[in-house]
C-alpha cells in the first residue's frame, strides 16, 4: 500500500523559501502516475499547487506558477516542493498526493507551514 | 479557469436523513468531477470518482450523479460518522481546481 510522508520546516520567514519533500515508502515515485501538490490555509478550502510526472513533466496553478518548483528525487524515492518570496498568504497545510486516474487517491497526512514576519 | 460552486456551504442534518450536495462548473467538464470527505484534522478522502464511480472501501451510502456542469453528491441515511467537509474537484483542464466545500454538521 503506497503511503505518503510529507515533511519540512514547520516555519519560514516572509521573504524565504518554503521548501518541503514528500516521501513515498511502499510504492515507487518512477510509476505511472502524477504526483500533486495541494495546499490548504487555516479554515479554509483546498488549492492545487501542481503537479508532476516521475519523468519530469510539470504543471503548475497560473497563480504561482513563477515561485513553485516540483521536482522529484528517484534515487531517494521523494517529491519535493519549493515555494519562493513567501508571504503570510502561504501560511498552510501543505499536502502531497497521487493522482490514480485523474483524481487524487492517497494523500499524506499534511504539514503545516507558517510564514512569519 | 474552471470554477466550482458547491451548494449549500453549510448543513446540519439529523442521522438518517439524506444529505444532497451540488457542485456547478462554469463550463462543462464532461464527467471529469471528483469528490472528497475530509473530516477534521485529517487529509481528504476521494468519495466519488468521474461523478458517479464508486471507491473501494467507501460505503454504499455515498454516490454521485451528474455531467456536463450540474453534480451531485448524495449520502443516503447519514451516520454520525459523516461529519465533515465535502469538496468537489475537477480534473477536466488546467489549472485543477476544486469547489469552495460543504460543511456537514450532524445536529
Excluded at chain 1, 515508502?25 to 499547487?49: A, F, M
Excluded at chain 2, 448543513?11 to 472528497?36: F, G
Excluded at chain 2, 467507501?58 to 460518522?81: C, M
Excluded at chain 2, 468537489?88 to 488546467?94: D, E, F, N, R
Aim: with cysteine; proline share 5%; charged share 15%.
Amino acid at each position: 500500500q503506497v503511503q505518503l510522508q510529507e515533511s519540512g520546516p514547520g516555519l519560514v520567514k516572509s521573504s524565504g523559501t518554503l521548501s518541503l519533500t514528500c516521501a513515498v515508502p511502499g510504492g515507487s515515485i518512477r510509476n505511472s502516475n502524477w504526483w500533486t501538490w495541494v495546499r490548504q490555509p487555516p479554515g479554509k478550502g483546498l488549492e492545487w499547487i501542481g503537479e508532476m510526472l516521475h519523468s519530469g513533466s510539470t504543471n503548475y496553478n497560473p497563480s504561482l506558477k513563477s515561485r513553485v518548483t516540483i521536482s522529484v528525487d528517484r534515487s531517494k524515492n521523494q517529491l519535493s516542493l519549493k515555494l519562493t518570496s513567501v508571504t503570510a498568504a502561504d501560511t498552510a497545510v501543505y499536502y502531497c498526493a497521487q493522482t490514480g486516474d485523474y483524481a487524487f487517491d492517497i494523500w499524506g497526512q499534511g504539514t503545516m507551514v507558517t510564514v512569519s514576519s | 479557469e474552471i470554477v466550482l460552486t458547491q451548494s449549500p456551504d453549510f448543513q446540519s442534518v439529523t442521522p438518517k436523513e439524506k444529505v444532497t450536495i451540488t457542485c456547478r462548473a462554469s463550463q462543462s467538464i464532461d464527467s471529469s468531477l471528483h469528490w472528497y470527505q475530509q473530516k477534521p484534522d485529517q487529509s481528504p478522502k476521494l468519495l466519488i470518482k468521474f461523478a458517479s464511480q464508486s471507491i473501494s472501501g467507501v460505503p454504499s451510502r455515498f454516490s454521485g450523479s451528474g455531467s456536463g456542469t450540474d453534480f451531485t453528491l448524495t449520502i443516503n441515511s447519514l451516520e454520525a460518522e459523516d461529519a465533515a467537509t465535502y469538496y468537489c474537484h475537477q480534473s477536466s483542464s488546467l489549472p485543477l481546481t476544486f469547489g469552495q466545500g460543504t460543511k456537514v454538521e450532524i445536529k
